[in-house]
């Protein structure tokens, strides 16, 4: 089945400690991107990628790190610079062409500091 | 930076009844918009989608009209059941320019009462 793929569902994390959220695809999508979502909140852009080895902050970068080696995936790094990180972490792909912008998510990490 | 808003954080209905779901958009280089629909700890998923160039579209018991003159944003959906109790996100995005990064309003909670 093709689809984007989120591991692990639940992360417990403690204070300093860096943890990286797994994010892979098989869509052959070009485009990834990480957002985070609070309680009552809109989805906020992390962090986004339009191509292999390239990158691109979004909104709320600091704090966090990505890495785009390969197309199909897109890891993402919550360091100890991050202050507050409990939050559900959703990533998604889409194709990036003209015809069909759509956004496709996987179903979420939530993120717990402990 | 431009944003996407919701009128309504939360809607109640009762079963049967149709309810709509309003957003409003700033960005008028938007030509692209979906919604999306989020239960309780998964991903957003699609449900329908509307370009520019179109004033309304219809899906399977959903309807989306789209007001550029005002930059409205609505999500009908017919004959409500209770499991489309969930949050509802739209999202918008502008396919010309080589970007393509979907940008989320807040969200409008849709509860429907059996």
């Known amino acids: 089945d093709g689809g984007i793929t989120q591991s692990p569902k639940y992360l417990f994390r403690k204070e300093g400690q860096n943890v990286t959220l797994s994010c892979e695809q098989n869509?052959?999508?070009?485009?990834m991107y990480w957002y985070r979502q609070d309680p009552g909140q809109g989805l906020r852009l992390i962090y986004y990628?339009?191509?292999?080895?390239?990158?691109q902050k979004g909104d709320i970068a600091e704090g966090y790190s990505v890495s785009r080696e390969k197309k199909e995936s897109f890891p993402l790094t919550v360091t100890s610079a991050q202050k507050n990180p409990t939050a559900f972490y959703l990533c998604?792909?889409?194709?990036?062409?003209?015809?069909?912008?759509?956004?496709?998510f996987g179903q979420g990490t939530r993120l717990t500091v402990v | 930076g431009e944003s996407v808003g919701l009128h309504l954080p939360t809607l109640s209905v009762q079963e049967g009844d149709n309810s709509i779901i309003n957003c409003a958009y700033s960005?008028?280089?938007?030509?692209?918009f979906i919604w999306y629909k989020q239960e309780s700890g998964k991903g957003p998923q699609f449900i329908i989608d509307?370009?520019?160039?179109?004033d309304k579209r219809q899906g399977q018991r959903v309807t989306v009209l789209l007001n550029k003159t005002v930059k409205h944003l609505s999500l009908q959906i017919a004959a409500t059941q209770p499991g489309d109790s969930a949050v509802y996100f739209c999202?918008?995005?502008?396919?010309?320019?080589?970007?393509?990064?979907?940008?989320f309003g807040r969200g409008t909670s849709l509860i429907v009462h059996p």
């Open positions: 998604a792909s889409s194709p990036e062409d003209n015809m069909n912008t759509e956004a496709f």
């Open positions: 869509l052959n999508h070009d485009a």
């Open positions: 990628s339009q191509i292999v080895n390239d990158f």
């Open positions: 960005n008028s280089a938007s030509d692209y």
């Open positions: 509307i370009r520019s160039n179109m």
């Open positions: 999202a918008e995005s502008s396919t010309s320019g080589g970007s393509y990064i979907p940008t």
